[in-house]
């Protein structure tokens, strides 16, 4: 038996409740394609895909919204899920709460303050999962309820619960070799029928594939507001006032910091999103005040979600991220592309057939493709491998978010939201904001960089990332793509420009000043060109000290990738066998 096809490709964007058949989706290119060949300013018919514009929710039919899916964009909440997750499961789970509380490595302090190790510590949570979980039990049983009530919040909470289960059951074995010896080894290759069978019908029901994703399991269905009326920077979701559900490692440490400051920056998303819509309005009713306007709302709201980025240094140390890290690989993207599932993985009672799916990644999120795509960022991407697995990356989120992202690329370029912005507009505050955007981006992803080299390159020598792509190559091919629009951005920013910007006080209500933005598009442009040809040099430095490595190990390149040398197959990599040593 197959699995079935989960993503069908597309025609609309309308959401249906989920005890409807999931619409399909239009593919990228179609709505590219229609976009380029429209004329700018005639807006295709978008079908309503914001929370607030769905007629269930103007009609206030709490039957009808209760079934929504668990993420909806909104102005209000952006990309966090419609409700904040379910963070207890009903008493029909006990079995399944409690190896998801006994499975983290670190346990939470007892009585005397002591933190025993929990079951994937001591390598016994594959075990306990066969003996606890029953394929005909009351879970099992209770998961087909859940579906059949269409409760989305219960379902949501379910699909993040199996995930967990799913990611802690294969890759255990990964884990316990990696902290005994430093390399990955191989995961189990088959998932039992009481995991598989509930993970693939929940993972059907909400559109997903059958395993961890970013927003709908590892990050932003996994927080738990503790004081709902908290008025920190992010207001609830300020960082010191959540709380992890669940956690391979330590709920208490690094873990926690890694994720709660990835949901901390999406608590910001409802402005972005709001922003976003009102810059794609002001473009097509040729209106260059309201795209000031929109535009100076989103530099702040990309300034606010960069400056929570950056606690992330302090709030998840580079030194411990490789602790939890294991257990957030997939099982893909491809056969044999992933040392630690070759073969992929079968999923019993659902399939005969070995799956192949990415593992957990930012890149899954929302924000810097939403800025990619308003800011046609996306256009510039090379026609490469790495710019399909950035579309790939795409396609692993919620259903609204994906077509969200799809509409809003098709919607930019038709706008033309660029050219609307540097030229037609006339207006050189506009093209300072649109530039200092772009700049946003750039410092998102050059932050992003400095994190990957510190809390990874700089500890493994493994080069596949969590999302299944190339770590040396990926991000900075992306980087270099936004330094190069920076760049030419900057170049088309006059003399004349300059002058008009120095000269003009912005309008009344304006939080940022002219003069202010015409410093930092100087100093955006001067760091731009300087930063592409640093890039350029350091990552031929870490791929011929990679090349290097694998040399120095008889042109093995399994072993200089970071796996044991025992599990390798016995047609290729070893020393002798196949001519490489
Ligand atoms: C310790 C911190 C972090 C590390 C080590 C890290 C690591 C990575 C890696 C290795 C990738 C490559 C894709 C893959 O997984 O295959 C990636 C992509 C990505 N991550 Fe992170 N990440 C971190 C924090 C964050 C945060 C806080 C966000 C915020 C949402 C984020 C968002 C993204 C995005 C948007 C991409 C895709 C980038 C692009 O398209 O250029 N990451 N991350």
Request: aromatic share 8%; charged share 25%; hydrophobic share 35%.
């Given at each position: 038996?197959?699995?079935?096809?989960?993503?069908?490709?597309?025609?609309?964007?309308?959401?249906?409740?989920?005890?409807?058949?999931?619409?399909?989706?239009?593919?990228?290119?179609?709505?590219?394609?229609?976009?380029?060949?429209?004329?700018?300013?005639?807006?295709?018919?978008?079908?309503?895909?914001?929370?607030?514009?769905?007629?269930?929710?103007?009609?206030?039919?709490?039957?009808?919204?209760?079934?929504?899916?668990?993420?909806?964009?909104?102005?209000?909440?952006?990309?966090?899920?419609?409700?904040?997750?379910?963070?207890?499961?009903?008493?029909?789970?006990?079995?399944?709460?409690?190896?998801?509380?006994?499975?983290?490595?670190?346990?939470?302090?007892?009585?005397?303050?002591?933190?025993?190790?929990g079951l994937l510590a001591k390598g016994e949570f594959g075990d306990a999962v066969l003996?606890?979980?029953?394929?005909?039990?009351?879970?099992?049983?209770?998961?087909?309820?859940?579906?059949?009530?269409?409760?989305?919040?219960?379902?949501?909470?379910?699909?993040?619960?199996?995930?967990?289960?799913?990611?802690?059951?294969?890759?255990?074995?990964?884990?316990?070799?990696?902290?005994?010896?430093?390399?990955?080894?191989?995961?189990?290759?088959?998932?039992?029928?009481?995991?598989?069978?509930?993970?693939?019908?929940?993972?059907?029901?909400?559109?997903?594939?059958?395993?961890?994703?970013?927003?709908?399991?590892?990050?932003?269905?996994?927080?738990?507001?503790?004081?709902?009326?908290?008025?920190?920077?992010?207001?609830?979701?300020?960082?010191?006032?959540?709380?992890?559900?669940?956690?391979?490692?330590?709920?208490?440490?690094?873990?926690?910091?890694?994720?709660?400051?990835?949901?901390?920056?999406?608590?910001?998303?409802?402005?972005?999103?709001?922003?976003?819509?009102?810059?794609?309005?002001?473009?097509?009713?040729?209106?260059?005040?309201?795209?000031?306007?929109?535009?100076?709302?989103?530099?702040?709201?990309?300034?606010?979600?960069?400056?929570?980025?950056?606690?992330?240094?302090?709030?998840?140390?580079?030194?411990?991220?490789?602790?939890?890290?294991?257990?957030?690989?997939?099982?893909?993207?491809?056969?044999?592309?992933?040392?630690?599932?070759?073969?992929?993985?079968?999923?019993?009672?659902?399939?005969?057939?070995?799956?192949?799916?990415?593992?957990?990644?930012?890149?899954?999120?929302?924000?810097?493709?939403?800025?990619?795509?308003?800011?046609?960022?996306?256009?510039?991407?090379?026609?490469?491998?790495?710019?399909?697995?950035?579309?790939?990356?795409?396609?692993?989120?919620?259903?609204?978010?994906?077509?969200?992202?799809?509409?809003?690329?098709?919607?930019?370029?038709?706008?033309?939201?660029?050219?609307?912005?540097?030229?037609?507009?006339?207006?050189?505050?506009?093209?300072?904001?649109?530039?200092?955007?772009?700049?946003?981006?750039?410092?998102?992803?050059?932050?992003?960089?400095?994190?990957?080299?510190?809390?990874?390159?700089?500890?493994?020598?493994?080069?596949?990332?969590?999302?299944?792509?190339?770590?040396?190559?990926?991000?900075?091919?992306?980087?270099?793509?936004?330094?190069?629009?920076?760049?030419?951005?900057?170049?088309?920013?006059?003399?004349?420009?300059?002058?008009?910007?120095?000269?003009?006080?912005?309008?009344?209500?304006?939080?940022?000043?002219?003069?202010?933005?015409?410093?930092?598009?100087?100093?955006?442009?001067?760091?731009?060109?300087?930063?592409?040809?640093?890039?350029?040099?350091?990552?031929?430095?870490?791929?011929?000290?990679?090349?290097?490595?694998?040399?120095?190990?008889?042109?093995?390149?399994?072993?200089?990738?970071?796996?044991?040398?025992?599990?390798?197959?016995?047609?290729?990599?070893?020393?002798?066998?196949?001519?490489?040593?």
């Amino acid at each position: 038996m197959r699995l079935a096809p989960l993503r069908q490709t597309a025609s609309a964007a309308r959401l249906a409740p989920m005890v409807a058949v999931p619409a399909a989706r239009r593919g990228l290119a179609q709505v590219s394609d229609a976009a380029v060949k429209t004329a700018r300013g005639k807006a295709p018919e978008i079908e309503p895909y914001l929370l607030e514009e769905l007629d269930v929710v103007k009609r206030g039919d709490k039957k009808a919204i209760e079934q929504l899916p668990p993420f909806v964009i909104s102005r209000e909440r952006g990309f966090l899920p419609r409700q904040d997750p379910l963070a207890t499961l009903p008493p029909a789970f006990d079995n399944l709460s409690s190896l998801l509380d006994r499975m983290t490595i670190r346990q939470p302090a007892d009585a005397n303050g002591e933190r025993k190790p929990g079951l994937l510590a001591k390598g016994e949570f594959g075990d306990a999962v066969l003996s606890e979980l029953d394929p005909e039990g009351a879970e099992a049983r209770a998961v087909d309820q859940a579906i059949a009530s269409g409760n989305s919040h219960l379902i949501a909470a379910l699909f993040r619960d199996y995930c967990f289960m799913t990611s802690a059951y294969l890759l255990e074995p990964v884990d316990i070799a990696f902290r005994k010896t430093g390399l990955y080894a191989r995961g189990r290759d088959v998932l039992p029928r009481q995991l598989a069978v509930p993970l693939k019908k929940l993972a059907d029901k909400l559109g997903h594939f059958p395993y961890m994703e970013y927003a709908s399991s590892y990050a932003l269905q996994n927080y738990r507001v503790k004081d709902p009326n908290h008025q920190g920077t992010a207001g609830k979701y300020s960082f010191d006032n959540m709380e992890l559900i669940r956690s391979f490692e330590d709920a208490a440490g690094s873990e926690r910091g890694f994720i709660l400051v990835h949901v901390e920056m999406v608590s910001y998303t409802g402005r972005l999103v709001s922003a976003t819509e009102d810059a794609l309005r002001a473009v097509t009713n040729n209106d260059a005040p309201a795209l000031e306007e929109a535009f100076e709302r989103l530099l702040t709201t990309y300034r606010k979600i960069n400056l929570s980025m950056d606690t992330m240094w302090g709030r998840s140390l580079p030194s411990d991220y490789l602790k939890y890290r294991s257990f957030i690989f997939g099982t893909g993207p491809k056969k044999g592309e992933n040392g630690m599932f070759p073969e992929g993985v079968v999923y019993e009672g659902v399939s005969d057939e070995p799956q192949f799916y990415r593992g957990e990644s930012g890149a899954n999120d929302s924000i810097v493709p939403t800025g990619d795509n308003l800011l046609e960022i996306t256009r510039h991407m090379p026609n490469n491998d790495l710019t399909k697995t950035l579309r790939d990356f795409r396609t692993y989120r919620p259903k609204n978010q994906r077509e969200f992202l799809q509409q809003l690329e098709g919607r930019a370029t038709l706008a033309g939201v660029r050219d609307f912005a540097m030229e037609t507009s006339g207006s050189a505050r506009a093209k300072a904001l649109y530039i200092l955007l772009v700049d946003q981006i750039r410092e998102f992803r050059n932050r992003h960089w400095m994190f990957t080299k510190s809390y990874i390159i700089e500890r493994s020598t493994y080069d596949i990332a969590t999302g299944g792509s190339p770590i040396l190559q990926y991000l900075p091919n992306n980087l270099s793509t936004v330094l190069k629009v920076l760049d030419e951005s900057y170049a088309d920013f006059s003399a004349d420009d300059e002058h008009t910007l120095g000269s003009q006080q912005a309008r009344s209500g304006s939080a940022i000043s002219n003069i202010e933005l015409l410093e930092a598009v100087r100093s955006a442009g001067k760091r731009a060109g300087a930063q592409r040809r640093m890039l350029e040099r350091e990552v031929s430095e870490l791929l011929a000290a990679k090349e290097k490595r694998v040399q120095s190990l008889g042109g093995d390149v399994e072993k200089g990738r970071g796996m044991l040398g025992e599990h390798r197959d016995t047609g290729r990599g070893w020393v002798g066998n196949d001519g490489v040593g």
